[in-house]
């Protein structure tokens, strides 16, 4: 089975600030990689699929990008509203799992 | 509006069964595959299963595989997940998600969740 890892587990940035995320997949997935949000108490949201396509109504400081095995979440201009924990996800094939997650918070 | 709404969730004995539903509205829901994804408390998402629009293909995460069963009834839009032999580690918020389709093809990430139904394993 393909197995995703994300780093950093957690992170602490001021707001303004640049915010990136990674993502690894054991396999390869080509492009067919997501990215939710998930703010406390909410469920979870779309924000990034096929690696790098924003879903429509999310903010345009919310960006991802891939090399090779290497996917990347980036959060441009950090604002209050984008804490939570932020998880990517392989679709390429079953089991369509998730990473472990990376909590965004405020210092 | 798109919505998905969760039931069913209950306390259940290790061992017991449960069987959550999962009702869609506002798309074509025999059009679209759909998932369930779960969440242990205070820890990270886990895609349990998922099944294709037509409910000819399903996908099992390898902890539930044998134990749980997806199923829909696209002539009422609800999605199933019948949970049997449950044990502790069962015990999570249970989201229902629709996953991306288009022209007859699925793409197994998720555009539309539902909020949750809680399931909780205990004697």
């Known amino acids: 089975d393909i197995q995703m890892t994300q780093s950093p587990p957690s992170l602490s940035a001021s707001v303004g600030d640049r915010v990136t995320i990674t993502c690894r997949a054991s396999q390869g997935i080509a492009s067919y990689l997501a990215w939710y949000q998930q703010r406390p108490g909410e469920a979870p949201k779309l924000l990034i699929y096929a690696a790098s396509s924003l879903e429509p109504g999310v903010p345009s400081r919310f960006s991802g990008s891939r090399s090779g095995a290497d996917f990347t979440l980036t959060i441009t201009n950090l604002q209050p509203e984008d804490v939570g924990t932020y998880y990517c996800q392989n679709y390429n094939r079953a089991p369509f799992a998730f990473g472990p997650g990376t909590k965004v918070d405020l210092k | 509006e798109l919505k998905l709404l969760e039931s069913g969730g209950d306390l259940v004995q290790p061992g017991g069964s449960l069987r959550l539903s999962c009702a869609a509205s506002g798309f074509s829901f025999n059009?679209?595959?759909?998932?369930?994804?779960?969440?242990?408390?205070?820890?990270?998402?886990e895609w349990v299963s998922a099944i294709s629009g037509t409910g000819d293909e399903t996908f099992y995460a390898d902890s539930v595989k044998g134990r749980f069963t997806i199923s829909r009834d696209s002539s009422k839009s609800m999605l199933f997940l019948q949970m049997t032999n449950v044990s502790?580690?069962?015990?999570?918020?249970?989201?229902?998600?629709?996953?991306?389709?288009?022209?007859?093809?699925?793409?197994?990430?998720?555009?539309?969740?539902?909020?949750?139904?809680?399931?909780?394993v205990s004697s």
Do not use: H, I
């Open chain 2, 31 to 45: 059009n679209f595959a759909m998932s369930w994804v779960r969440q242990a408390p205070g820890k990270g998402l």
């Open chain 2, 88 to 120: 502790a580690e069962d015990t999570a918020m249970f989201y229902c998600a629709r996953a991306y389709s288009v022209q007859g093809y699925y793409y197994y990430y998720m555009d539309v969740w539902g909020k949750g139904t809680t399931v909780t």
